[in-house]
């Protein structure tokens, strides 16, 4: 390998060799406004300038931010045999009445001889979010990131992008779609958007206190049609057509689909928290439990940190996950998942327990009416059971059933009685529109399948890893955009120099063979060598070709001089070097994929720490990392 490369080089090397490159577009400096009309000179919101004063005619932007295309981006999972392997997930799915993942919903099903003929053509799904940069002042960036549909659900890969050019791009991919050129040959393929995250229009009520709130219905709400989203509708105050409607695969409201985290985890879970500790709904509600209690909560749940026992009463429950903080005294750092374990473990054991306790204290105190508590344990219960049931990974037809009824309640669903109870003894203010979301979940799961599978679990990741490498303080957007392309980039990088290895159709010969069988070597094209570090791994060399070291003595390295060099380290007599070599186009290496085509790689191997002095010694030899592009792979026996 050449000489290790410096960060800066080695970013620029990867940036280089991406397939996806960044497109430049002006925004407002006060991030209301995306510029995609060279005409437009101010912002149509805040009227900004779109441009700096400029003393010699140059045109230079205020404020600029990039956009990873994405035909580019998809287009890149063609270029590898194992990346198109991976793709195929979609295609080689088959109709099953368990659902495991979005093409078993009927959404896909429907339109799936439409405009998915092909094995090449792409799904996706949209999500947005944003989240604040900072902790002592409010700055939120906002991410449009997409999900590659057609990847297995453990690969599935999330990029970010705005919506006003990909609305654009959309168009085009799904009527006309892309061309990729790879050199296994020419890929056509469309592209799709399934659904994306979104609030599903619903009429509300206002509450006493202002604000918007939704009363539950005797009958299961209904739902919009198409249409409405097509032209304005004045019914539901929205004037605006919606520009998603004009794709091929929007299907109506559902089409914004209600995300599990978001919905059970963020918004329901904390709202049960604040009544059980008589806060926003008052200390009466039904739910509410005495402040000693509140403490005790806090500790049991953050005894799952380290997965000890919780005991509750007589039996004993341990839980396999990991709590960060305690509910009681930090509620405000618990995470979406914290709270869905929360109500899934917590509520229908312990909470339940206090409610009991404090029903038997109300039949002797006659503090609150016995009868409520028993239907606040009931109602508590069928939630929690909704839970389970939603966030299987495999959900059967009759689970759906059961979400939507309860065999020991008269047929009655798990979210009406939940809904029942709190119509009957809970205020106006705790009906949000996470609560009336609860009603459409069996529907969306029968159209979009598993609701695990079209999470924002991913993008809330990709958040993480991006929020702290966020440094810019004047500028965050600007480095907030770098940041993400350099992620990006870094992946296509390992794309494209460390693939997945495909199962190889040649003969392998082992090292010991060579010199008695090179007729048969040249004919099967493939060397296997064990390494030296592991016992069990090989190294295989492929595509070969029978030549002669002197044929590499007027280049940039002589190899007969390197061998010396190698074997007299080792003490390996080379009086009788042989002057023939092996040389391959691919050498595989605990399934990764090396060729010898100036693939910039990162290697691991022994090194020795005395070289850079002069004093070469095989007792220094150490791990290290190397940094490089590979100039020949070959194979000597001596």
Known sequence: CKSLLSQHLSKGLIKK???VKPVQYDVCPNGCYMYTDSSISNCPHCNSLRFKPSRNDKTIPMTTTHQLPLSQHLGSYFQSPALRHLMGYRWRQSVQTTMKDIFDGTAYLSMRDQLFKQPEDIAIGLFTDGFNVFKKRSYTITLVMATILNLPPEERYILSIFIQPLLSELAVLQDHGMVVHTPAGKFESKVHLLFTGGDI?????????????????????AIREKSSFIASDLEHQLKVKTPLAKLKAFQGP?????????????????????????????????????????KIIGQKMAMLKSKVPITFEDQKVKLCTKFTVDLHQQPGYARAVDWIVFILYIVPTYIVEHLDKQQQKCRAHKKKNPRVLEQAKLALVALSKVYELVLQYEIEPQDIQEIERHSYLLAISNIQIWHTFLNAHMPTNFFT???HYLTHLPECIKKYGN????????????????????????????????????MVTTTQFFHRCVS?????????????????????????????????DENTATATLRQ???????????????????????????NIDYSNLDDMIYTGKQVIVRGHVFSGSNDFVKLTWPVDENARRGLGSADALE???????????????N
């Open 544 to 570: 070969l070709q029978q030549k002669s070291m002197q044929d590499f003595k007027n280049n940039d390295y002589d190899i007969e001089s390197l061998l010396i060099n190698y074997y007299s380290r080792y």
């Open 254 to 294: 559902l089409f914004f689909l209600i995300d599990e985290i978001h919905l059970l985890g963020h918004n329901i879970g904390h709202q049960i928290w604040n009544a059980i500790r008589g806060k926003k709904y008052g200390k009466k509600n039904p739910f509410a439990l005495q402040r000693k209690y509140h």
């Open 451 to 486: 609701p695990r599978m079209y999470s924002a679990r991913p993008m809330e990741r990709m958040i993480g890893m991006l929020k702290p490498r966020i440094n810019s303080r004047t500028k965050p957007a600007s480095n907030a955009s770098n940041v993400m392309i350099e």
């Open 17 to 19: 060799i991406s397939i």
């Open 201 to 221: 229009p619903a009429v509300g009520t206002g509450g006493d206190n202002g604000g918007m709130f939704f009363l539950p219905t005797a009958e299961t709400p």
């Open 500 to 532: 997945t290895n495909e199962t190889s159709e040649d003969q392998q010969i082992p090292v010991d063979d060579l010199s008695h069988e090179r007729t048969q070597l040249i004919m099967s094209k493939t060397i296997v060598t064990p390494l030296d």
């Open 433 to 435: 529109i996470n609560q």
């Open 623 to 637: 791990w290290g990392d190397m940094f490089g592009t590979i100039l020949l792979l070959f194979s000597h026996v």
